[in-house]
């Protein structure tokens, strides 16, 4: 089933798109070659533009007080397993106190590496980090993978807190939703939510061989699923067939 996410606002819209990337760099720094930590490198400075927002961190700050806020209100609830309440709480305390005692924004101090912001001057560029423009980045390319990946390490560690704080808050948003099995009436599917209360993510699996694009929209009434068919040029065009996918709505 291929998975597909449609954020309600933007807050989220950040938050998948730092996800994505967070992954895109874990899996390149596996890798040993020097193109995989070129692109590793590349990630990295994606990352600072993202995290640049001013109101990043704060953000997600609230939303890890949010849940402990939440998952405080269940104690002493008989239904509720007391033990793994505590271990999810103690790990919201853990990423907040992480978070909150970094100082600045994230990935700030990477800024004062000259040597950084050159390579990032220049990735900007088609073709721009060339041998003859970067000698020293070629030369760094030539190291050994091991030597390549600790330097890797090393720069991305600043954004270790942002990172564990934001996997948890889109874990814990994620297991909110329930799946639902629904099915789109001449290739459109409509259903309106519940008033007074807020959802955030929509998920959506479509079995991919149905060979089908879903097209989401939404908003805090309503949410509208557009089936498309892409051609052989790639070009998503209409379809009114009947398709069945799974839904989840996350509060």
Partial sequence: MILYEYPFNERLRTYLRLEQLFRRLGELLERDTALDHHYALATLFELMDV???????????????????????????????????????GRLDTAFTALNSQAGRTGQTLTENDWLMAVRSRMGIPGGTCGFDLPAYHTWKHQPSERRRADLQRWS????????????????????????????????????????????????????ALNLVPE????????????????????????TEEAAFELTLCA
Avoid: W
């Fill in 51 to 89: 995290a640049a927002r001013a109101d990043l961190k704060a953000d997600v700050l609230k939303d890890l007080e949010r849940h402990k806020g939440q998952l405080d209100s269940y104690r002493g609830n008989p239904s509720i397993a007391e033990e793994m309440l505590d271990h999810i709480i």
């Fill in 216 to 239: 989401i929209s939404g908003n805090r009434l309503m949410v509208s699923v557009r089936l498309m068919r892409p051609d052989e040029d790639g070009k998503l065009q209409s379809t």
């Fill in 157 to 208: 560690a600043c954004f270790q807190p942002l990172s564990d704080a934001l996997f948890l808050v889109l874990g814990l948003l994620r297991d909110t939703g329930t799946p639902q099995k629904v099915a789109a009436t001449n290739g459109h599917f409509q259903q309106y939510l519940p008033a007074g209360r807020s959802y955030h993510l929509l998920r959506l699996r479509i079995d991919p």
